[in-house]
């Protein structure tokens, strides 16, 4: 079946670490991939996303690579804010008639310390 | 961007009540749209996919006489649940895709329902 694992959290950081959210998959046929950011008492908001193998999503500094190989999509960030501190999900999508059904890992919650 | 709005953002209900919770995509049409519930915590769990003028398929486990489903419109869907009952207590979820464009979905900011 299709499903997403991802690092257990909480992650907490200092301000400017280097950030890296492990994700991997497993799916039939070619999904997309996702991370989804929940920042705290708002609605999920799709932070980015790779459509095939070897692409590269990034936004806002993040930045994560459709690794088919290891069916991965670690989520990286180079210098951390307080302002990052969330809930990270990792998705992937599967097609279901016109639309896509998606499916989610069960987050890392993530606080950065000032 | 595309938005998508949850009314009522929370709602207290007592034990053996219904209670209705209203999506709306604001600035597109959506003919599908997903229902999800997110426990405290935890991920989100899909409950059904909601598609305009016709029946809403549901997950396996979910049920459907317990949680309605109405997609009346291209920019509404409903989720009623009837008969609530503390266990329902949870922060509900829908999203909804831009006709064309089947690999974005855009959520609303959820609601959340406690029952009493």
């Known amino acids: 079946g299709n499903s997403v694992t991802q690092m257990e959290g909480p992650v907490t950081l200092s301000e400017e670490a280097f950030l890296t959210i492990n994700c991997t998959y497993t799916?039939?046929?070619?999904?997309?991939l996702f991370w989804y950011v929940q920042y705290p008492g708002e609605g999920l908001q799709l932070l980015l996303k790779a459509t095939k193998a070897d692409d590269k999503g990034s936004n806002k500094g993040f930045e994560a690579t459709y690794r088919k190989e290891t069916t991965s999509f670690h989520l990286e960030k180079g210098s951390v804010q307080v302002s990052d501190s969330a809930v990270y999900f990792c998705?992937?999508?599967?097609?279901?008639?016109?639309?896509?059904?998606?499916?989610f890992g069960s987050g890392t919650r993530l606080s950065i310390r000032p | 961007g595309a938005v998508v709005s949850q009314h009522p953002s929370w709602v207290i209900c007592k034990s053996g009540t219904s209670v209705k919770i209203e999506c709306r995509s604001l600035d597109f049409q959506a003919t599908t749209m997903f229902w999800y519930r997110q426990f405290p915590k935890q991920s989100l769990m899909l409950m059904a996919t909601?598609?305009?003028?016709?029946?809403?398929?549901?997950e396996q486990g979910v049920e459907k006489d317990k949680f309605l489903i109405n997609h009346a419109s291209l920019t509404l869907s409903t989720l009623t649940v009837t008969s609530a009952h503390p266990e329902d207590s949870s922060f509900y979820i829908c999203?909804?895709?831009?006709?064309?464009?089947?690999?974005?979905?855009?959520f609303g900011p959820g609601t959340r329902l406690t029952v009493l």
């Open positions: 909601s598609n305009e003028g016709s029946k809403a398929t549901y």
């Open positions: 998705a992937l999508s599967v097609q279901y008639s016109s639309a896509s059904k998606i499916i």
């Open positions: 799916a039939t046929g070619y999904p997309s």
């Open positions: 999203s909804a895709f831009i006709a064309g464009l089947t690999d974005t979905q855009y």
